[in-house]
């Protein structure tokens, strides 16, 4: 299995980027996906997550109504669209894989993880 996030850069706060995380060796459509993200010196943080079926969503607090998280069965694709980004939004980015059945940003229940895609806010 391999999850791979793209999408990173360096952007200006107030502006926007979009994240996707190509899954592949997998049903793509059986798992629940969610983003993460680990700031410097800090534990790694849920961001947002979208069921396998109907799509439910679940967000931290701290990116509602700034970020939204969908995807895309047939590309198995899952995309992070983030606007308003502020500084505090700079940390790696990172996509994981669940065989849950409702959005969670518990970390033990994604069994596949990817390799992270950086995202820096300048002020």
């Known amino acids: 299995v391999q999850l791979?996030?793209?999408?990173?850069?360096?952007?200006?706060?107030?502006?926007?980027?979009?994240?996707?995380?190509?899954a592949s060796g997998l049903t793509f459509s059986d798992y629940l996906m969610g983003w993460f993200r680990q700031a410097p010196g800090k534990e790694r943080e849920f961001v947002a997550a979208i069921s396998w079926k109907v799509s439910m969503t679940a967000y931290a607090d701290s990116?509602?109504?700034?970020?939204?998280?969908?995807?895309?069965?047939?590309?198995?694709?899952?995309y992070l669209q983030m606007s308003g980004l502020k500084p505090e939004d700079t940390?790696?980015?990172y996509c994981a894989a669940s065989r849950g059945t409702?959005?969670?940003?518990?970390?033990?229940?994604?069994?596949?993880?990817g390799q992270g895609t950086q995202v820096t806010v300048s002020s």
């Not at 999408?7 to 979009?18: D, E, T």
């Not at 895309?72 to 694709?77: E, F, H, L, M, R």
């Open 4 to 22: 791979q996030a793209s999408g990173g850069g360096l952007v200006q706060a107030g502006g926007w980027l979009r994240l996707s995380c190509a």
């Open 63 to 78: 990116v509602k109504g700034r970020f939204i998280v969908s995807r895309d069965n047939v590309a198995s694709t899952v």
């Open 91 to 93: 940390a790696v980015y």
């Open 102 to 113: 409702l959005p969670t940003g518990t970390e033990s229940e994604y069994m596949y993880w």
